[in-house]
């Protein structure tokens, strides 16, 4: 059984998403969501589910306008509405680690 049956069979078995729903993607760009985007996007159809993707921007690192403009192209080629958020410049008062300003 590939990844696509083992997701769907799980989802149906544990009664995660009901049809008619809108599924909410947080896309940041990376690898798992990323796979996770395109599975459910391919799933879809079988679940009777609207699909919106969600990135936001925290400019912490040098590949964050990279990461967006990648996922911007992804929703765009599989046809999903995406909601982008972008932290604004300066909005961390204090230091601190790339992994708490996230929270």
């Known amino acids: 059984?590939?990844?696509?049956?083992k997701i769907l069979e799980f989802i149906r078995k544990q009664h995660l998403i009901a049809p008619g729903?809108?599924?909410v993607l947080g896309v940041s760009g990376g690898p798992d969501s990323v796979v996770l985007?395109?599975?459910?996007?391919?799933?879809?159809?079988?679940l009777s589910v609207h699909l919106?993707?969600?990135h936001f921007n925290h400019r912490l690192r040098?590949?964050?306008d990279r990461d967006q403009k990648f996922v911007e192209q992804l929703a765009k080629?599989?046809?999903i509405a995406l909601t982008?958020?972008?932290?604004?410049?300066?909005?961390?008062?204090?230091?601190?680690?790339?992994?708490?300003?996230?929270?």
């Not at 059984?1 to 049956?5: V, Y």
């Not at 985007?37 to 079988?46: K, P, Q, S, Y």
């Not at 982008?84 to 790339?98: D, F, I, M």
């Open 62 to 64: 040098k590949s964050s």
């Open 84 to 103: 982008v958020g972008v932290r604004r410049k300066g909005a961390l008062c204090k230091k601190v680690s790339e992994e708490q300003a996230r929270h």
């Open 1 to 5: 059984m590939d990844l696509k049956h």
């Open 77 to 79: 080629g599989l046809n």
């Open 52 to 54: 919106h993707m969600a």
């Open 37 to 46: 985007a395109h599975v459910m996007h391919e799933l879809r159809h079988d």
């Open 21 to 23: 729903e809108t599924i």
